[in-house]
């Protein structure tokens, strides 16, 4: 996780000097991250995480959404090509014997439709690049997030994103070859396309002061179909993951 903060703040660089200076709005912020190693569920960790949520008029930089420019911007509808960051897995502990994944990126193109600033609806497709030999696939994503104000300056925010991944990509972390089978002792298991997990999350942010503020968030994520399948999810993940975060941000105003 400590190259998606590097990842990310590279990307953040891509803002240049200048404009951070005049133009850039949101926050950015670092904080911990208690949540699953690999997609499978097969063990949790504490890890370091980037947090922002940056604009700098058409081009955006977010932790879940990584850079984005909203090529077509009209009437709450945006459009345009999108470059983030897919983290590997590392394949030791219950995983050794299977192959490792390289961390990846992800390029492609997203919609969305935010008439307001407090709800939006979104669908992008990108594709997985820098995988070894035959890791990595198509992804979508399909979701729709809600805030809201709650008293005492405290925003909360909920959101529901279903994540669809082609054969290739499920393979990718939930397939397992013969080699691998024989290696791990996890049956052999060939991954096939389709919806992978759905997540919902729940956040708040709480203020500190005029330009600081507490930001948390709690995961519920469910795999379904050719992932929640997998032999090593039976093995050694589970179909129910949880994941909780919390960062201090900084607001640029």
Do not use: C
């Not at 499978?40 to 955006?60: A, C, K």
């Not at 090593?232 to 993940?237: F, N, R």
Request: glycine share 16%; hydrophobic share 40%; aromatic share 10%.
């Amino acid at each position: 996780m400590m190259r998606k903060t590097l990842f990310l703040f590279a990307a953040l660089g891509a803002f240049s000097v200048s404009a951070m200076a005049d133009g850039i709005t949101g926050e950015a912020g670092l904080g911990l991250g208690y949540q699953p190693h690999d997609p499978s569920g097969s063990r949790y960790e504490t890890r370091p995480i980037p947090y922002l949520d940056l604009d700098w008029g058409d081009v955006s930089l977010s932790t879940d959404d990584g850079l984005t420019w909203s090529a077509l911007k009209t009437n709450g509808f945006s459009a345009g090509p999108y470059v983030n960051y897919l983290p590997g897995r590392t394949s030791n502990g219950e995983l050794r014997g299977l192959r490792d994944v390289p961390d990846m990126a992800e390029a492609g193109g997203f919609v969305q439709y935010a008439p307001a600033d407090f709800w939006r609806v979104f669908a992008s497709v990108g594709q997985a690049i820098g995988g070894n030999g035959g890791q990595g696939g198509v992804l979508g994503r399909v979701g729709g997030e809600i805030g809201y104000p709650l008293g005492g300056g405290v925003i909360g925010s909920s959101n529901l994103t279903a994540h669809f991944a082609n054969a290739r990509q499920n393979n990718t972390f939930f397939g397992v070859s013969d080699k691998e089978a024989l290696a791990s002792g996890i049956r052999a298991y060939n991954a096939g396309g389709g919806l992978q997990n759905i997540a919902l999350t729940q956040s708040f942010e709480f203020p500190l002061g005029p330009q600081w503020s507490l930001v948390t968030s709690a995961s519920w994520i469910h795999l379904t179909g050719s992932a929640a399948d997998s032999s090593i999810v039976k093995s050694v993940g589970d179909t129910n993951q949880g994941e909780v975060q919390m960062a201090i941000a900084y607001k640029f105003k």
